[in-house]
């Protein structure tokens, strides 16, 4: 029924929305594009998607001193400007309510003129990241992509509602105006080639709100985060908060010539071409997927501090001073690594969550249960998706889910009284964890957890084992314990680790841990000690 009045209301736009020539036949005796004085700025395309009910820039070039005329057909009023000393224009446009199509007539008079054709206003949203970003929804080489086939052979159905600018731009040295890629409609063939859990984000969003959804996709395979960052957000917001000698490691990271060749290294050169050409777009947020290779880098203990002035750059550069754009990432998945019993990914996903400490308006998609041993790719991106974009529909747009918006977490973790563990509360990565005694000895460790809404356990009874437990003693060596599920909390068998005083889930690179909430979201790996890596 969505479906049918989301296209009824389409028909109904187009049918009352005057032509341009309607608009501006009292000016122009020609309004097809003519190759003239004027610009526009290459994100600015037929089929573009622009965000709905704000005041959305358009900007391009030209002579100095030439007047500028931009006219949509939603409200036929006339933007006028004048280029600056540069050649630069910009005219901010007020868009209506989800709807569409409409056109965009941009004009310099006599001299020339643009006409953007195929417009919708809806939602817009930009996607980034590396290489689970990357990942096509048609999957790649032996790597393939769960539910792909379905959301395939139907992207058809959403074709017109899912918009995709999927930049391709190699790196730049200096910040680039332009990219080469347009503005497409995802049907089948245009949906195999996108971002998966881009695209599963969009359709997700388009069902629920019934609009338009635009996606700006810009990630790069491999890259590492500085290059997301100008060098300006280095200078402030990372030197002197992580040790010098790691500072000056990452500026010595040097791109090779080649726009094109190996995964971006150096500072800002992502930032220069994928970035920069399309600041200032008008759009609701961000959804960001990257880490792997930062782990590979050794560049664990301050990722959170990259991460907060990587959003920080971006959401300035948008001119949000206020944290409105939201930022929602997805936690590393389980993976080898070359050593599955290695525990480098488990301080690495505790220093992501420590990211929700220091940027505001931000949020996490949990994947603990979603890899795969032998791919750094897993094929769960739907899941992925589908908590982003219940992070957005609670957080931004109001819609009460039923599903919350936070993550499953330990919130007390009580030992027996025999333990020798020091009762305290501790902040661990983005929560509060209260660390107690129980009134007896006893050989049973409970773990409480809060927001899994209705409990743990997924499909399952109450008393389910569960892996991925493990208990350590002063010695600080772990061993695996029986575990099982009771309601929302785990209680765990310490009774073959003498004097138990450390508990720890999921904290290796691979291992089966299980634990989900009753409503199959991933409980994320964390751990009670402080001990450093």
């Known amino acids: 029924m969505k479906r049918l009045l989301f296209v009824a209301a389409f028909l109904a736009t187009t049918c009352s929305t005057p032509s341009i020539k309607d608009i501006v036949k009292d000016e122009l005796n020609d309004i097809n594009p003519v190759a003239g004085v004027i610009k526009v700025a290459s994100v600015f395309t037929d089929h573009m998607v622009l965000q709905r009910e704000t005041s959305a820039p358009i900007w391009g070039w030209a002579p100095p001193g030439q007047k500028i005329t931009v006219i949509p057909t939603w409200n036929k009023r006339k933007y006028s400007t004048e280029t600056d000393a540069e050649g630069r224009w910009e005219v901010k446009l007020d868009t209506p309510k989800a709807g569409g199509p ?90 195999a080639k996108v971002s998966a859990v881009a695209y599963f984000f969009a359709k997700h969003l388009t069902k629920t709100l019934g609009v ?57 050169t992502l930032y220069n071409s994928r970035l920069y050409p399309v600041i200032g777009y008008a759009l609701r947020g961000f959804i960001w997927y990257q880490g792997c290779s930062e782990l590979i880098f050794n ?160 499909y399952s009874d109450y008393g389910t084992p569960v892996k991925g437990f493990e208990v350590a003693g002063p010695n600080k060596v772990f061993r695996s314990v029986p575990a099982e599920i009771q309601w929302d909390s785990v209680v765990i068998d310490c009774s073959s680790v003498p004097n138990a005083v450390a508990v720890r889930y999921a904290f290796h690179n691979w291992c089966e841990a299980d634990l989900l909430t009753t409503l199959g979201v991933p409980v994320a790996s964390f751990r009670t000690d402080d001990w450093p890596m």
Not at 340 to 366: C, H, M, T, W
């Open 212 to 268: 338009p959804v635009g996606i700006i996709n810009n990630p790069w395979g491999g890259c590492l985060l500085p290059p997301w960052v100008s060098m300006e957000y280095m200078e402030e917001h990372v030197k002197g908060l992580i040790p010098d000698e790691a500072y000056q490691n990452i500026l010595e990271r040097v791109d090779e010539p080649d726009p094109n060749r190996d995964a971006p290294r150096q500072v800002a």
């Open 299 to 458: 560049d664990i203990p301050y990722y959170d501090k990259l991460q907060a002035a990587m959003v920080r750059c971006w959401r300035d550069a948008w001119g949000d001073k206020d944290d409105e754009l939201p930022f929602y990432f997805a936690l590393i998945a389980p993976y080898g690594y070359s050593d599955p019993k290695g525990v480098k990914r488990g301080y690495f996903v505790e220093n992501q969550l420590s990211s929700l400490d220091i940027i505001p308006n931000s949020g996490v998609a949990v994947t603990e249960t979603l890899g795969d041993m032998g791919c750094i790719h897993p094929a769960k991106k739907k899941e992925v998706a589908d908590q982003f974009a219940v992070l957005a529909l609670e957080n931004v747009y109001g819609v009460k889910t039923g599903l919350g918006n936070g993550f499953a977490h330990p919130d007390q973790v009580t030992f027996p009284a025999n333990s020798k563990v020091e009762p305290k509360t501790i902040h661990q990565a983005g929560y509060d964890l209260e660390i107690l005694k129980a009134d007896a000895p006893g050989k049973k460790i409970v773990v409480h957890f809060a927001d899994t809404r209705i409990g743990l356990g997924h």
């Open 102 to 191: 409409y056109s965009i007539l941009i004009t310099a008079g006599k001299k020339g003129n643009i006409l953007l054709n195929d417009v919708l206003i809806g939602e817009v949203w930009l996607s980034s990241g590396q290489s689970n970003m990357e990942l096509n929804l048609i999957g790649a080489t032996s790597q393939g992509v769960e539910g792909s086939y379905e959301a395939i052979a139907e992207a058809g159905e959403y074709a017109d509602r899912i918009r995709f600018l999927d930049i391709k731009e190699g790196k730049a040295f200096t910040p680039q105006d332009n990219v080469e890629e347009s503005w497409e409609l995802t049907d089948g063939e245009v949906a």
